[in-house]
T-cell receptor, first 112, second 112 residues
């Protein structure tokens, strides 16, 4: 099983649609979770951290399910500017060990 | 605020040549990282550093070397370049493990 797994997409959705991405991770001791956004030929940038209680930032909602080892990202009212790849990131830090793993990303295209 | 700055942005190398990718950050971050990203693939960690004088191998360290003589700088050395090292290289930093990672704009390297 891959450490961090995402559906690569592409997800092609019309403007205004709601779209959801899931990500699964294999290390049950993982402690920190993030969603990053990466535009074509650009560097990844933090979209939002993911907290156990779930968190929302405008049109974006992130949730964590530790029992099932997955995180999700929900985008409501999609905009053309949301077109990008969304990377799931999982971090583990322990005694003498630090592991930060990126998923391959899910590509989103929002269509007019 | 410059953040993470890496140079050069583009470089073409011949097989067997060597070069250094420069990376500097002005955020006084302890952790610094080098990633490579092949087309359509996720980010793979080459090396990371948790502070000046301390470096550790990531997932794909072969063919690369790093040093961390100061908090600000984390150069990546490619020895005897090979076509398999054609990729986009991202330098990144974070204040500590599990915190937001900030990326440089990337260095596009082609080995011919």
């Amino acid at each position: 099983r891959k450490e961090v797994e995402q559906d690569p997409g592409p997800f092609n959705v019309p403007e205004g649609a709601t779209v959801a991405f899931n990500c699964t991770y294999s290390n049950s001791a993982s402690q920190s979770f993030f969603w990053y956004r990466q535009d074509c030929r650009k560097e990844p940038k933090l979209l939002m951290s993911v907290y156990s209680s779930g968190n929302e930032d405008g049109r974006f909602t992130a949730q964590l399910n530790r029992a099932s080892q997955y995180i999700s990202l929900l985008i409501r009212d999609s905009k053309l500017s949301d077109s990008a790849s969304y990377l799931c990131v999982v971090a583990y830090s322990g005694a003498g060990s630090y592991q930060l793993t990126f998923g391959k990303g899910t590509k989103l295209s929002v269509i007019p | 605020n410059a953040g993470v700055t890496q140079t050069p942005k583009f470089r073409i190398l011949k097989i067997g040549q060597s070069m250094t990718l420069q990376c500097t950050q002005d955020m006084n971050h302890n952790y610094m990282y080098w990633y490579r990203q092949d087309p359509g693939m996720g980010l793979k960690l080459i090396y990371y550093s948790v502070g000046a004088g301390i470096t550790d191998k990531g997932e794909v360290p072969n063919g690369y070397n790093v040093s961390r003589s100061t908090t600000e700088d984390f150069p990546l050395r490619l020895e005897l370049a090979a076509p398999s090292q054609t990729s986009v290289y991202f330098c990144a930093s974070s204040i500590r493990a599990g915190n937001t990672i900030y990326f440089g704009e990337g260095s596009w390297l082609t080995v011919v």
